[in-house]
């Protein structure tokens, strides 16, 4: 199995900040890392797949990036609507997602 | 625009079988470009895959819930369903059905249902 973990687990920012989460899996996956935001009550989303290539309809304030096992994902300025917790997730062998990383004021 | 929504008991006794179907609008689960998934969520915590299937039949699993799980299809009524055996407290979560798109080789979870909770207690 592929195991996924996030850092930080939790972070503290205000609007306008520039933030990066990072995403580590336990073996290379290539490219296969998908980015999803989740609010509360809420389904998540989809924002990135393939490492770095935007979802249609998705802000160009996120982007991602890395391959292997290292990847980021980067709010270049955040907006109130961005509060929410995100989610790596690998495909590279069926699928698991990483703990969470919740983005709070 | 492809929408899937969620429904079945939501309490379901320890011991029982959990069952769910998921129902697609805007799009067919005949086709052959997309795969068809369960994930969850148990309150507070993380997201794990369930298992999906392809418009053929064929079946994916998690290895860790296989001996108890069984995924379906009803083509005639664009649904799939899923059916947990032997629940316990365990798999008290929010179930999410979703559309696997597969963009090159990289699959992603591109369209989700809006969940639901399944409680197991007596």
């Known amino acids: 199995d592929i195991q996924m973990t996030q850092s930080p687990s939790s972070l503290s920012a205000s609007v306008g900040d520039r933030v990066t989460i990072t995403c580590r899996a336990s073996?290379?996956?290539?490219?296969?890392l998908n980015w999803y935001q989740q609010k509360p009550g809420k389904a998540p989303k989809l924002l990135i797949y393939?490492?770095?290539t935007l979802q249609s309809g998705v802000p160009s304030r996120f982007s991602g990036g890395g391959s292997g096992t290292d990847f980021t994902l980067t709010i270049s300025s955040l907006l109130p609507e961005d509060f929410a917790t995100y989610f790596c997730q690998q495909s590279y062998s069926t699928f698991s997602f990483g703990p969470g990383t919740k983005v709070d004021i | 625009q492809v929408q899937l929504q969620e429904s079945g008991p939501r309490l379901v006794k320890p011991s029982q079988t959990l069952s769910l179907t998921c129902t697609v609008s805007?799009?067919?689960?005949?086709?052959?470009?997309?795969?068809w998934s369960w994930i969850r969520q148990p309150p507070g915590k993380g997201l794990e895959w369930i298992g999906y299937i392809y418009y053929r039949g064929s079946t994916y699993y998690n290895p860790s819930l296989r001996s108890r799980l069984t995924i379906s299809a009803d083509t005639s009524n664009n649904q799939f369903s899923l059916h947990l055996s032997s629940v316990t407290a365990a798999d008290t979560a929010v179930y999410y059905c979703?559309?696997?798109?597969?963009?090159?080789?990289?699959?992603?979870?591109?369209?989700w249902g809006q969940g639901t909770l399944v409680t197991v207690s007596s």
């Open positions: 979703a559309r696997i798109s597969i963009v090159g080789v990289v699959k992603n979870f591109d369209h």
């Open positions: 393939a490492a770095s």
């Open positions: 073996q290379s996956i290539s490219i296969y």
């Open positions: 805007g799009g067919s689960i005949s086709s052959g470009d997309y795969y």
